[in-house]
């Protein structure tokens, strides 16, 4: 069956459009679990700006035309699609798919997916999470739970894994045995939200000292910016860090600590066999430096050692794993 997975960020949107099918294809990914074997292969993809400035209608036209497009391209109509999988920037209600909180306000309290059904003028099912949930669900079926399972000999079904979107903001997902972790709002995974340093700096969220205040690309370049007075981007910041410029070495220093101790909070929260981390940060190999040994150290259960990986799907991840989301509510439940 076919289906299309929505990834929608605060700059772009991409929609990726999918096969699903129960035999295995050169380029499919298997999605396992323990009733059914299913295997994805992404036929297509197109990306737009999302345009957020224009407003809530104007996104979803917007959104609802991409669709269209990608359809008309591959010569396909909207009746052969099985359901659209689609992950916004926010906390999402399993029950009503609204989005409960976030920092693209746009999206706050609107009814997704009743909305893109009406702009489409179909009934078609439409399942919608948090995008970081589904970058983590795509990095396990796809990127790197199946290296995992390889090297270690655990079969993704049984994987417990925690994925970090390290961008503008710090987004977290949770896969336990392979499904996502909702909690009963959809903010089982919100950990970008949790204190990391008492009365820090002050959140869009209305509290202090949160994770993503320190871990988001924003919070590292305002750490520059306090320790120079300078504006300087993150990717220049690893750069000078490289070169020995003190400031810059003090920066990312301080970012990998606060890092360090973020994952054994959460290490000691989940236990994971993984991290996978995306978004622009997880690119600096210096943020790797002595974070699995920290781990191993410290954590509660001794000898716990997970791995800490660069996600390996790039930024598509999101696309993929909102089709895996999709596929699971309408293929196996
Ligand atoms: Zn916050």
Excluded at 50 to 76: C, F
Excluded at 102 to 130: E, K, W, Y
Excluded at 214 to 223: C, D, F, Q, W
């Amino acid at each position: 069956m076919l289906m299309i997975g929505l990834d929608i960020g605060g700059t772009k949107i991409e929609a990726q459009l999918a096969l699903i099918e129960s035999t295995s294809g050169n380029q499919s990914i298997p999605i396992a679990t323990t009733q059914q074997k299913l295997y994805l292969t992404v036929l297509a993809k197109m990306r737009r700006p999302t345009q957020r400035q224009q407003g809530y209608s104007a996104v979803m036209a917007n959104i609802s035309l991409l669709i269209k497009d990608l359809l008309e391209q591959q010569q396909l109509q909207l009746q052969e699609l099985a359901g659209i999988g689609v992950g916004l920037p926010g906390t999402i209600d399993p029950a009503s798919s609204t989005m409960l909180n976030g920092n693209s306000q746009i999206f706050i309290h609107q009814p997704f997916a009743r909305d893109l059904q009406q702009h489409l003028g179909t009934d078609l099912p439409v399942h919608c999470t948090n995008d970081a949930n589904l970058f983590t669900l795509a990095e396990v079926y796809g990127g790197v739970g199946p290296k995992y399972a390889q090297q270690f000999n655990r079969p993704i079904s049984c994987h417990t894994a925690v994925g970090l979107i390290l961008g503008t903001g710090v987004g977290g997902g949770v896969i336990l045995s392979g499904e996502v972790l909702l909690g009963r709002f959809g903010g089982g995974a919100e950990v970008g939200h949790t204190t990391l340093v008492n009365n820090g700096e002050p959140c869009y969220c209305g509290r202090q000292g949160c994770a993503e205040c320190y871990l988001s690309g924003t919070g590292l370049e305002r750490n520059y910016q306090n320790i120079t007075g300078q504006s300087l981007k993150g990717a220049e910041i690893f750069q000078q860090a490289d070169s020995k410029v003190k400031a810059a070495v003090d920066t990312v220093t301080t970012y990998r600590q606060h890092l360090q101790q973020f994952l054994l909070n959460l290490t000691n929260t989940f236990d994971p066999d993984y991290f996978v981390l995306g978004g622009g940060i997880s690119l600096q190999p210096a943020i790797y430096q002595g974070v699995e040994a920290f781990l191993k150290e410290q954590s509660f259960v001794p000898n716990s050692a997970p791995k800490v990986y660069q996600h390996q799907l790039g930024d598509s991840a999101g696309g993929s794993g909102a089709v895996i989301f999709c596929a699971e509510k309408e293929c196996l439940t």
